[in-house]
């Protein structure tokens, strides 16, 4: 049932963003513990960024290459409709669903669904859990070069305090060991073009250390799974996070 | 973190009832598993069903101590308010408190707190939680005599199906394999009182069944966490349930 | 009011589907219930499933057709997207509106609009919902050729189980009749390729059982209604779920 | 299942009220309704309202006396802790479940669970919902004297709009007939001591034409059912509430 | 924080409706506060309603713009999709965004994102609110001529009760003064077309005057902020709508 | 309608806490942003924090008295049923109803109701709820002596971020001045018992930061309004909470 937990090589991990910095600064760290452990991790950003105020495109892909590197993890982009453009479209679903059954992931990240923050967010959220779903499906004819793959999980991230959605239960990672923290931070600092006018990075570690301080730990980032989990005993369920 | 892991002898389990069979109907199977996997259980029932339609006191503790047995679980009993009567009191909390700390359970099982169902199932739900947190306080002058404890985790299991809350994602377990299931059933037929003119141990077993459907597995039972769940790592975060 | 109740022939009930099979599985049973009293079914089939992992077109095709049959309704075939491709375009829901003024339904039931399930499914319910509210205004160039028709009554069903609405009171409809159960499984049955490698007629039974069990009968359906419900007095207004 | 619909007198229904006038204005029209086709109804009052700003109890029990006289119905006075003094105590729901087991009807009616509106409406809600469980119980030694009942449904009302629980789909009643209405009016207005200062009852009528004009009716009272309502075909499941 | 409390002119109001007549119906009663408080309103009708059983698209033009004059509102109309026909794409909002980047206003006002309505409401209100953002993203091309601006506050009105947001708290403006009411009412009656066959104007007048009942005044309508509210102290954060 | 904006002396801020530092830790930068405007304010503290784990009744009175007086506050400590033993009870409702009257506020503050919390945190707020209405009954035999006084809004604090209600669209005050914030900490300070060995003060300026950064400024504390709120003009409403 969890055959990543004792393999010797975990299936990779793949991680969608709507712009070049959506992944480092919604769930950064976690990506940190994954590839610390040695998981493999691809990251598919599906703009330039080319619409945000600060930033030509050149240098947000830059900016995403490097920081995707010190995250120790792959990375490609992709063009669906642009930055601020992006609608939700079967087409685009497919794409994705390539994308997974190419890489074969055994857990997927991508932006949450609530829909009060930038559009693109919600709308790749959709586009990929509508994706995760066709890459199992076996007779689409646009995928048929492709065996079909079911991913073991998909879960969300938020980009922003306010993406976290309420209706779903969250799952904490702890990323409080000193070496994620940094990696994370350089992997935000990284995105410099978006760091110098605002606090982004202050920002999402304080969203952490909040996290971490309930979670009676230092720094914790919240993901909510798409569906609820399973798992073989109470003994491997976790912990509470409460400490307050 | 998660010291219960890899620890040669896990933490116990306290699962409380408010009524002879609740602990069973409501979640035996997850009993089963943690019990055959070598963890303690342990078994407080707040009533000996005197109100019900059938089945006479001394026969239900009987029934409950026989089927707790079956389970591998000691049990004890303890009069509250009894059967039908049970009212949310700070004393109550207290005495729950006390059992808490003497056990010191890393997880703790209780039903849970939709108000639809019979009143004394949410109002034990929520003398448990609270239960759960004087145990950790230092001052409270009644629990002087035992040390503090804090566990690990309160999840919540729903004696019947409209029991289920709908605003906390569920962890589902899996207890598909035919010894668990076997005992299971064994500990609900056990409360022969309760068994005899409807069948509650058809409605237990078909609802794991369908949860085990949805997720791809033969029985699954659905705990629901008192608190977000604190993980090491994604590797540790269970799989989705989704096969449908 | 209600002037089907009394009426020697009632409206028609309108199902649609976005592969061959939904109607079937989600409420074949409610249908079979309405064809047994007396009441035309008609179905409309919104692609071939040729997306799906067993089962060509034709063959599916076939098996809907002989389905249909079965419970006593009537069925065409309505090309949109194609399986796995729907999307929301008011120009579908002009086409469905279209159906609505031909057919003349009292009741119309869609896929429900949860949208963490198949994406035809909830695409397909959003536009009937929108299809139903076109198909009563009066100014819509493209339906000019028909009279405006209002419906009754739009029911949402869930094709499975996690595809429930939650935030919705759901309708039971009782389905235990042997007769009426017979025809849903035989209905269910005629896919013969959706039900070879797994057990979709069994999950779909042990559903209607466990709902069945709480309402105190022996099969339940149900149903969530897009508008509350109007009854000229309590008389009218069923009787409670719960016998647990 | 409906055993109410054709039999020559139907089963009684019993209301519940914290104050001398919540009945009336929360769901008095659909006590005429009732009364008006031939069914009994009986009033239960918990109070004589003594903490009110106005009337004082003596004024306030002729009022009620009067006003169910209007409404065709039969009431009672039953002392629990006093107006605004209301606790959720078992022994005050033994004494509610006693007289469910003496009057014996299909419907009851209680204020509604929403916890923002006057304490005791939310409490009196909550004791009646736990009264209709006991009053089936067999074991209940309070309650040997009398033949254990089953209701067939428990509605709440909502005394003002903002009592009307929004996670429950309500069921519309029609009190559209102008001698439902005249009659709800007068059992209104009997209540003197409570209209003078305030227009309690333009409130109300108020609230019944709007959701009345989206029924495309007169006037609705809205009802909030407990539990899902069963029916046996959608012939008999009401038609949808909109108009605009 | 909130320059438009004192400066001598306050910044417009931009309101958008999807029909001629929905800014009036939804929200007629506060643009007609603010006009009379010397602020400037300005409205976007994005069709002509000529989806609609009454009125030609001339007259409901002529309609729409003798009551924006009545409101004392500039008007002009926005061709989208057309009236039943507007679909989510990211180039009607960057329409929107130049709007708003024209007008530059501080409040925009907007139909609600409940989707059981009318279609073209809730995809405007999306559109809206997308365009709320776009408008202050510097990076987009085809806004490039125009200076970003961020509005201060995006207000949701219900076009109809059932339209209301339940997630949202609502924020209740006192529209009572008679000269309000008169103008409000004047200019629904405007739309002579819509209010000849059904009483929509009652509707909306009951709504209100039912909101100001539970809140101690005459009338209120409700606005849902699509952002918390930030306030500089308590003094400044309103008093509660709770009268009964 | 906001008597309080233009009098010369605002009526006082009443707060009650179940401990002796919750009101600081929850709000107590709001206290310090309304007592430097010159508003009265008042705490009632409800035990002396006799259960905790750290500080003996008499430090913690003498810290919340320091702690009061530092944000410009009176305080008085009212016996309940103690530390860690409050209960829901009419009795303890008509004491703090006693106290409204007494001080005549037109804002209260009490910890919110999230269930999930210290248990006396949300039973206090039920009880501060109850009484806010209690106060203006003008029947009630036991506040006699004292005239009914109607607040003018309730809102509710989070002492920790997971007792932040879900269901109500929180209110942001700007507590960003320098000075307030100094303030604020101060207070929290003088709780030494309570922050010597977890960082509090840290954990609350952290979410004050965080909901800043939210809304642009340098720190807020989110109020959760018990009714909506009632303003005379959009002008007065507020501005939206969103930076990024």
Redesign the interface.
């Known amino acids: ?2 055959p ?2 004792n393999s010797p090589e ?1 299936a990779p ?1 793949l991680a969608f963003g709507a712009h070049p910095d959506d992944i480092e600064f919604g769930c950064g760290g ?1 990506i940190a ?2 590839t610390l ?1 040695g ?1 493999k991790a691809h990251f598919v950003v599906c703009s330039r ?6 930033g030509a495109p050149k240098q947000r892909t830059a900016e995403a290459t490097k920081s995707a590197a010190l995250l120790g993890a792959t990375i490609e982009f992709l063009k669906l ?1 642009g ?8 087409a685009h ?1 497919i794409k994705l669903a390539e994308i997974i059954r190419r890489v074969r992931p ?2 997927v990240l991508a932006p949450s ?1 609530v ?2 923050q ?2 693109d967010h919600a709308r790749l959220g ?1 586009l990929v ?2 994706a995760s ?2 890459a199992r ?5 646009k995928l048929r070069r492709q065996k ?1 793959h079911a ?5 969300f991230y938020a980009v ?3 993406a976290e959605p ?9 990323v409080s060991e000193p070496e994620i923290v940094a990696t994370w931070a350089a992997a935000m600092h990284a995105h410099a073009s978006q760091t110098s006018t ?3 990075v ?2 999402q570690l ?2 952490a ?2 996290l971490g ?3 009676g ?1 230092g720094h ?1 980032i ?2 909510f ?18 400490r ?1």
Chains 1, 2, 3, 4, 5, 6 share one sequence.
């Open positions: 049932m969890k990543t937990l975990p991990l976690v513990r994954e452990a998981r960024g080319e619409a945000g105020t600060h409709d930055d601020a453009h992006l609608e939700v479209r079967v679903a055994s857990v669904l829909e009060n930038h559009p959709r859990r509508d779903r066709l499906y076996g007779g689409l004819k079909p991913i073991e999980q998909l879960f922003t305090p306010d309420r209706e779903i239960t969250p799952v904490m990672i702890d605002r606090n982004y202050e920002l304080t969203r250390r909040l301080a309930r979670a730990v914790v919240a993901l799974p798409n569906e609820p989990l399973v798992f073989e005993s109470l003994a491997h369920a976790g912990r509470g996070a409460r307050f």
